[in-house]
């Protein structure tokens, strides 16, 4: 199996003895049927991933509109810190655990809850206008539900294939990004907008859109890693780890939407 940028599938089987599944996108030509079961256990289907993304994210989904109903805000850093952990044990944990996704994704969601409530009430101040944070956050959700949607589309027709060589790019730019991030976060100790890749100016609105894109490019190697975990026939249970990892990028697409977003409407 390709790997993936996500680190929530680098525990994925490279198969389980199982053929004949398809996934997000259909069998590449001369695709052979894995051998007979080597386990009683269920393989997974493109059912068992729907299904599982879907719980885990209307868990985000319902902590978060909690969060941001309750003006939790001082529960960002304590979630940020805390998601963190749970995403790296979720991560190099060799078996899924159903508990710790759910976990993930309602400290994630208050996260968002508290992220977009603290942007928000910048916009609003920013522009004057009580309501327009509200209009951003909806228009950073239809974002995020848009990219996601597109690639998908993407994936599913073939018009940008997914190669070993495409997979080694858009990993080395994510940890690019991410040692910059890192960078920035140490700089702004000592300088008032660290490197200015969050300041709102140009750089930090190149430096979003960047991050706008890996995110989408991810999506696409996420389907190829479940696409592959679906024909190889893997454990049921491992549409959990998929579900995580598809979480994962869906945040991170929405917090650079979102930063994005209120860039434009700083004063």
């Keep these: 199996m390709r790997s993936s940028s996500n680190p929530a599938f680098r525990n994925l089987p490279t198969g389980g003895g199982y053929g004949g599944y398809a996934g997000f996108g259909q069998p590449e030509a001369g695709y052979q049927q894995a051998p007979p079961p080597l386990t009683s256990e269920r393989p997974m289907t493109i059912d068992d991933v729907v299904t ?11 902590t978060a509109v909690v969060t941001y109903l309750m003006q939790a805000w001082f529960l960002l850093f304590p979630a940020a810190i805390i ?7 979720i991560s190099f ?13 309602a400290v994630e969601g208050i996260f968002l809850g508290a992220f977009s409530g603290i942007i928000g009430t910048m916009i609003d101040r ?12 909806g228009q950073a959700i239809i974002g995020t539900i848009g990219v996601f949607a597109g690639m998908l589309v993407v994936y599913k027709t073939g018009a940008i294939r997914v190669t070993p060589k495409f997979t080694k790019w858009i990993t080395g730019a994510i940890i690019g990004v991410a040692v910059l991030m890192l960078f920035n976060l140490i700089a702004s100790f000592f300088m008032p907008a660290g490197l200015g890749l969050r300041s709102g100016g140009t750089l ?10 890996l995110a989408a490019f991810s999506f696409l190697i996420d389907f190829d890693a479940a696409d592959q975990a679906i ?25 650079e939407i979102l930063r994005l977003l209120s860039y434009f409407n700083s004063d």
């Design 93 to 105: 944990k060799r078996v899924p655990s159903p508990p710790l996704v759910i976990a993930y994704a």
């Design 52 to 62: 599982k993304t879907g719980v885990t994210l209307a868990v985000v989904a319902v």
């Design 83 to 89: 998601g963190l952990v749970l995403g790296l044990i």
């Design 231 to 255: 024909r190889a026939g893997v454990p049921a249970k491992y549409a959990w780890q998929i579900a995580f990892g598809l979480t994962v990028t869906l945040v991170w697409l929405y917090t």
């Design 204 to 213: 930090a609105i190149i430096f979003s859109l960047v991050c706008i894109g």
């Design 126 to 137: 920013w522009t004057g206008n009580p309501g327009q944070g509200v209009v951003v956050i």
